[in-house]
């Protein structure tokens, strides 16, 4: 019996974000290049884009490339933009016939032509899909989005449309790239490292965390399933006590 069976579908996280982390490291224990890990990383990428779909995930936002990934060496980070397009170019069928809307976070803005030509031509294309939301975080972090949240309310509050009185959680909220979906249930990290790496710093405030050793070119299907499972027996108390969600009445 494969491990989806086990999982509860009343109780599924919507939003599930992923940092994908070890594809170096894989690669090295292969006696291989770095770009060798990226490039299974892909495999693993549409494994777990697979099951999000069948499970009914919303929303999967993976970390592709952070603000800090242009330290990198330069033939990484040209290796890692031309994987983009290949894996835009060969998995344009699959995400139309599985429903997948692509959506993007973080300034791409600054990623080369081909790359935002490819990327946009595969957002509108896929734009009416309704089945699962495949977000990438590209060139993002949470602190930009912040930062670029905190500089829009200024502006809007100097031009008049907002009144700094008015501003709440919420309002934080929207002016953040991930605004038109909720924040993420769930946060995975690969390859036994237990850091956020700048990754959705205000959405991630009540998600639970699952950090798994497996490294992220070896993730599959099942390993997804078996962190839903995880999750799934997680007590979400948003700050309550245990009998407050058993009972939410009790004051
Ligand atoms: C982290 O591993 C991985 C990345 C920075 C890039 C992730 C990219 C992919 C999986 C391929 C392209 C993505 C898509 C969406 C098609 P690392 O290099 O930091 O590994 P290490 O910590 O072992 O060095």
Not at 63 to 83: C, H, I, Q
Not at 104 to 132: A, C, H, R, Y
Request: charged content about 25%; aromatic content about 8%.
């Amino acid at each position: 019996m494969t491990l989806d069976k086990l999982i509860d579908k009343e109780n599924i996280p919507k939003h599930v974000a992923i940092i994908m982390d070890g594809n170096g490291r894989w690669a090295k224990k292969k006696g291989n290049n770095r770009l060798f890990g990226h490039k299974n990383g892909v495999t693993a990428v549409k494994e777990t884009t697979e099951a999000a779909a069948t499970i009914g995930i919303k929303h999967l936002t993976l970390y592709a490339f952070s603000t800090e990934n242009w330290n990198r060496p330069k033939m990484e980070v040209d290796g890692l933009m031309s994987l983009l397009v290949s894996a835009i170019e060969n998995e344009s069928k699959t995400l139309m016939k599985n429903q997948v809307r692509l959506t993007t976070i973080g300034d791409t803005s600054q990623l080369p032509n081909n790359v935002q030509t490819k990327l946009q031509e595969l957002i509108n294309k896929t734009s009416d899909n309704k089945g699962l939301n495949l977000n990438l975080a590209l060139n993002y972090s949470g602190k930009w989005d912040i930062l670029n949240a905190v500089k829009n309310i200024t502006k809007a509050v100097k031009n008049d449309t907002l009144d700094t009185e008015q501003i709440n959680y919420d309002t934080i909220s929207e002016y953040l790239s991930t605004k038109n979906m909720p924040d993420p249930d769930l946060l995975i990290r690969t390859s036994g490292e237990y850091r956020l790496s700048n990754f959705l710093l205000w959405e991630l405030a009540y998600a639970e965390f699952i950090f798994t050793d497996t490294l992220w070119p070896d993730f599959r299907k099942e390993n997804l399933y078996q962190a839903i499972l995880d999750f799934q027996k997680r007590e979400r108390r948003f700050g309550q006590i245990s009998e407050q969600i058993i009972n939410p009445n009790k004051k």
